[in-house]
T-cell receptor, first 113, second 110 residues
Framework: DTGVSQDPRHKITKRGQNVTFRCDPI?????LYWYRQTLGQGPEFLTY????????KSRLLSDRFSAERPKGSFSTLEIQRTEQGDSAMYLC???????????FGPGTRLTVL | GQQVMQIPQYQHVQEGEDFTTYCNSS?????IQWYKQRPGGHPVFLIQ?????EVKKQKRLTFQFGEAKKNSSLHITATQTTDVGTYFC??????????FGTGTRLQVFP
């Protein structure tokens, strides 16, 4: 399967703990996006990478959130000191060129107790 | 900031009936994309519209981009149970990041 993969698919954590999610985009895709989706809402943009460069970061992303794409391949999203409001589906998407369709991964569902 | 609204929020139809969802942006869009998300699934790309007034068809689905490039619609003819899901429109903001609409959830009763 050469689609976008995300790991883990589900994560349950206690408030205050740190969590890290991984996204492996489609191999030839230089552009990688992270979104957050809560129940009944559309995906909300969090951050965007072109190769290893983080080009944009949403104001939704507090300083507890950090994302990396160290070698321009996979990406990680870390949330420090999780809060119950962080509970959501975290989606990763990639595409080969700007303005083309985005291919989404299956998402990581985070539950903060 | 830029907002993308969709109506209706929910639509329940009998199988075989038609369905339309409308997407409205507060700003002019360079292009618009449509995605479908099945229950428990992730968004899957359906189509992209670029030109003012553009109309594209995919089997029973018809997509339209408004003349002013601020609105769009998706029409499904003769719905089937496989059409169940949430339909999102999405447009780029400043760069190529996507701003997703609020979505229309479609339920089809057999």
């Amino acid at each position: 399967d050469t689609g976008v993969s995300q790991d883990p698919r589900h994560k349950i954590t206690k408030r205050g703990q740190n969590v890290t999610f991984r996204c492996d985009p489609i191999s030839e895709h230089n552009h990688l996006y992270w979104y957050r989706q809560t129940l009944g809402q559309g995906p909300e943009f969090l951050t965007y990478f072109q190769n290893e460069a983080q080009l944009e970061k949403s104001r939704l992303l507090s300083d507890r959130f950090s994302a990396e794409r160290p070698k321009g391949s996979f990406s990680t999203l870390e949330i420090q000191r999780t809060e119950q409001g962080d509970s959501a589906m975290y989606l990763c998407a990639s595409r080969d060129r700007p303005y083309n369709e985005q291919f989404f991964g299956p998402g990581t569902r985070l539950t903060v107790l | 900031g830029q907002q993308v609204m969709q109506i209706p929020q929910y639509q329940h139809v009998q199988e075989g009936e038609d369905f339309t969802t409308y997407c409205n942006s507060s700003t002019t869009l360079s292009n618009i994309q449509w995605y479908k998300q099945r229950p428990g699934g992730h968004p899957v790309f359906l189509i992209q519209l670029v030109k003012s007034g553009e109309v594209k068809k995919q089997k029973r689905l018809t997509f339209q981009f408004g003349e002013a490039k601020k609105n769009s619609s998706l029409h499904i003819t003769a719905t089937q149970t496989t059409d169940v899901g949430t339909y999102f429109c999405a447009g780029p903001k400043y760069t190529d990041k996507l701003i997703f609409g609020t979505g229309t959830r479609l339920q089809v009763f057999p």
